[in-house]
């Protein structure tokens, strides 16, 4: 099922828990006492990225707030999943504060049991502000932030839809209209390609296992599904091979030389230097794009939702929230930091850089906050348009690193020329036991 934006009547009760947050004083309601715990010192372990930078640039409104002192460092992505896994599975993290990957860390998280639960601090009128609901937190976001006893172990932070970038001056010079489909994207690719010029129809990720955030939207659209109702993995059937086989087309007929080896910031840089008429990654890639010292294509980027595929039409939906370790001994001052990072002030500001999307829909749908967006309008619309259409983009089990490893490996071989029907099989067959003997662990 796709995730939804929340309905009117959540909208409602979300927009008067807002309002009553103006109403100091109000006898119904106890105020948070912001500083019960100042003079405590909190450490927060971040993956190095715009939201990293958001926290670090404006924590110190947050200690003048609280009286909370707070250490944090960005490690790059990798790493920092790396060195959290080990801490925590030690039992004795360094951090109080975890910045969460939920498309990798989810299922491993709730199953080791490393994180808090909240669910009790956010129904304390002491330690939340009114305005913080679970219903202003948009139906993905929920989803990735509990567990299946209802839980709420971490607050979802900010989400990651994949967009369509294109270059609206190849376009115009050569004539070619925006896709809708999937299909019009390859036929635009083919016109849009002059290998003698240097110029290619499309760039995205052909380097293993981060291939797997650009395939997962052709798969879903494709009508793909990645677990049965049993928990057991699809990833060898006619949806995946119709998926690869667009992807192969794409990567090998129309993409740069060199393709199979590239990551975002490969294809960003492609498409930054006017090399590639269309890019399909995440939204938070924009402000780069829009900066005249990295890019030479500003103005010239048009923004849309990814085209639809024969079977439906989805946004590959990732995202990362904010948690506390169950091992911390400041759990309710972390708990703080936690809804300061997620407010409406740090969320807006989060946006209106362009840095990220925040799973809040008061947030998102604010006409104030929309117009403070330094993003392009095009931007902003296609960020609303995919959450209607998101879906998770990679399968909540606990070895998604190795999913991603195994069928990312199958993918960059096809564009090699392998076939990819045999391919997914082989990846399948590889990766059945994996998921299987997680489960039963």
């Given at each position: 099922m796709p995730h939804h934006l929340i309905s009117r009547r959540q909208m409602l009760a979300g927009t008067a828990a807002t309002g009553a947050l103006a109403l100091t004083g109000s006898p119904a309601r106890a105020e948070v006492n912001w500083k019960k715990y100042s003079g405590t010192t909190l450490e927060v372990i971040l993956a190095k990225g715009p939201r990293g930078d958001n926290l670090q640039k404006y924590i110190k409104e947050f200690t003048e707030l609280t009286g909370i002192k707070v250490e944090s460092e960005q490690i790059p992505e990798q790493q920092q999943r790396q060195k959290a896994v080990i801490e925590l599975a030690s039992g004795k993290p360094s951090f109080d504060v975890i910045h969460l990957s939920y498309h990798v860390q989810k299922r491993q998280f709730e199953k080791a049991g490393w994180l808090a639960d909240m669910s009790g601090y956010m129904k304390d009128p002491t330690l939340t502000a009114p305005d913080l609901v679970e219903s202003d937190f948009s139906a993905a976001g929920l989803q990735y932030a509990k567990n299946d006893k209802g839980q709420m172990l971490s607050l979802p932070w900010s989400v990651d839809y994949f967009i369509l970038y294109y270059n609206k001056e190849l376009f115009q010079k050569k004539g070619v209209a925006v896709p809708k489909t999937l299909d019009e994207m390859v036929?635009?690719?083919?016109?849009?390609?002059?290998?003698?010029?240097?110029?290619?129809?499309?760039?995205?990720?052909?380097?293993?296992?981060?291939?797997?955030?650009?395939?997962?939207?052709?798969?879903?659209?494709?009508?793909?599904e990645f677990l049965d109702g049993k928990g057991n993995i699809l990833t060898d059937g006619p949806e995946a091979i119709a998926a690869t086989k667009l992807y192969q087309t794409l990567l090998t007929k129309v993409a740069p030389p060199g393709v199979a080896g590239f990551n975002w910031m490969e294809s960003m840089a492609s498409f930054t230097q006017g090399r590639s008429a269309m890019w399909i990654d995440g939204v938070g890639w924009a402000p780069p794009l829009e900066d005249p010292a990295a890019s030479r294509v500003v103005g010239k980027v048009g923004y849309t939702v990814v085209p639809a595929g024969p079977k439906g039409q989805y946004s590959a939906t990732y995202g990362d929230g904010i948690g506390i370790a169950a091992a911390s001994k400041n759990k309710e001052a972390a708990y703080l930091l936690c809804q300061w990072v997620v407010s409406k002030k740090q969320g807006a500001r989060l946006l209106q850089a362009g840095g990220g999307v925040p799973f809040r829909n008061s947030i998102l749908n604010d006409p104030e906050v929309q117009q403070g967006v330094k993003m392009p309008k095009e931007w902003l619309q296609s960020v609303v348009d995919s959450a209607k259409i998101s879906k998770l983009g990679l399968p909540v089990v606990i070895p998604v690193a190795e999913f991603r490893d195994i069928v990312g490996a199958a993918l960059t071989s096809t564009l090699s020329g392998a076939d990819p029907a045999t391919e997914l099989k082989k990846a399948h067959e590889q990766y059945r036991p994996i998921l299987e003997r997680s489960e039963k662990a």
């Open positions: 036929a635009a690719a083919e016109k849009l390609t002059d290998a003698k010029d240097g110029t290619f129809g499309f760039v995205g990720r052909g380097l293993r296992n981060a291939n797997m955030t650009l395939w997962t939207n052709f798969y879903l659209n494709y009508g793909g």
